[in-house]
Every structure is written in structure tokens, then in C-alpha cells.
């Protein structure tokens, strides 16, 4: 007989805090033959189900957590990088107008200042539409539009003027290329017209002169 309470099961399954649903699940499989075996491998088998289910459970929402926040400061930086290295007006990047020796600083609190559009779009926005001038109700009808026409797109006037620059420069090192290639071919001109003359030259030595003479005189020719 199995020593506890009423049943087979033993008095340390009666301790305190124990539902009356647990009691009685235990209960009917210790009063079996193999009761106590039964119950120690259940309950093991039950210890190890919750920690391996709370460790894969854990381990996935920490996965997905880091996943998320590594993904929202890849977000964080892309932008990051993008307001400190392109104009927001423009849309220009810090390489195109460094390259063309541009100040990126000055183009964006100067050339391209943020704030003085959105002071433009306020103060008309504030304005009556019948005061408008021509150019702000120009501005006002494309302030809806993506992008705005009245905005700079991919451009700005001191890139327009080094291209322009680059542009005369490039077109002037053309004409003096073209200057050069004109030249040559009137220089290999007169060198093939001073051939000719040569050749007709020593034509007209050579036959004339005497046997006594004619060895000197075709020496001096060919050292012409």
C-alpha cells in the first residue's frame, strides 16, 4: 500500500497552492501501478516542453526585436546621410557639387535655403489671392504638385554657370585643337610642295652639269 493521503497520493502533493483541477490530474495517474513513475516522467516531460518552448519562443521575438530595430536604424542612418549629403531643394548630392567646385555648406544656407521657400509659400498662403502677382500665382498653382515647377530640379544657377564655363572652355580647347590640325596639314602642304620644287631642282642641275663638275654638283645637291 502506497503510503499519503487517501488514494496513493502523497501527502507532498497536497501542498498548499495546489488547484483542485492538478490535484486531481495527478491523482488519477499516481493511483495507478506505475503511478509514481508515470507522474515523475510526465512532469519532467512537462518542465522540458515549457522551457524549450519559452527558450525558442524568446530567442524568436528577440530575433524579430533586433531585426526590427536593426532595420529602423539602417532607416535612421539612410536618412541621416541623405539630409546631411544632398540638397533637400535640388535634390543634388554633396559629390556633384563639390566636384564642380561648388561649396556644399553654402549652397544649401545660401543658394538653396529651405526655410526662405517655406517663408514664400506662408506668406502667400497668407496673402489675398487678388493681390497676387503674375509669378505668385504661378507659385501658388504648383505648390500642390510633386515637384513643384517653380522649385530646382537637379540643378542651380551657380551649376548652370560652371557648366556653362566648362562648356566655353571645352568648346574654345576644340577651336585651338582645330587651329592645330589646320595648321599641320598647311604645314604638310608646303612640305610637299618643297619636295616637289626639290625634285625639279635637282632635275634641272644634274643634266646640265659637265662631266668635270657633274660629281660636285650632285653632291651638293644631295646634301640639299
Not at 29 to 49: C, H, K, M, N, S
Not at 184 to 204: C, H, I, P, V
Request: charged content about 20%; some cysteine; overall charge negative.
Amino acid at each position: 500500500m502506497m503510503d499519503g493521503t487517501e488514494g496513493g497520493l502523497p501527502e507532498s502533493a497536497t501542498l498548499d497552492g495546489m488547484d483542485s483541477e492538478d490535484y486531481n490530474y495527478y491523482h488519477q495517474w499516481y493511483t495507478l501501478e506505475d503511478g509514481p513513475q508515470r507522474v515523475t516522467a510526465l512532469v519532467f516531460y512537462q518542465l522540458i516542453f515549457f522551457v524549450v518552448v519559452i527558450i525558442v519562443l524568446f530567442n524568436v521575438v528577440s530575433g524579430i526585436i533586433i531585426d526590427s530595430f536593426g532595420a529602423l536604424r539602417e532607416q535612421d542612418a539612410a536618412l541621416h546621410a541623405e539630409m546631411e549629403g544632398k540638397c533637400f531643394v535640388c535634390g543634388l548630392e554633396i559629390f556633384t557639387l563639390e566636384t564642380k567646385g561648388i561649396n556644399f555648406k553654402k549652397h544649401i544656407d545660401e543658394d538653396h535655403f529651405l526655410w526662405n521657400y517655406v517663408n514664400l509659400i506662408v506668406t502667400l498662403r497668407g496673402k489675398d489671392k487678388g493681390d497676387y502677382t503674375g509669378w505668385e500665382s504661378f507659385v501658388m498653382s504648383e505648390v500642390a504638385n510633386k515637384p513643384p515647377a517653380f522649385m530646382p530640379s537637379n540643378t542651380t544657377v551657380a551649376l548652370a554657370k560652371e557648366i556653362e564655363q566648362e562648356e566655353a572652355a571645352n568648346n574654345k580647347q576644340a577651336a585651338q585643337l582645330e587651329q592645330l590640325l589646320a595648321m599641320s596639314e598647311e604645314t604638310a602642304k608646303l612640305l610637299s610642295n618643297f619636295d616637289k620644287r626639290m625634285g625639279k631642282l635637282e632635275a634641272q642641275i644634274l643634266p646640265s652639269a659637265g662631266p668635270p663638275g657633274g660629281a660636285s654638283s650632285r653632291a651638293i645637291v644631295e646634301n640639299l
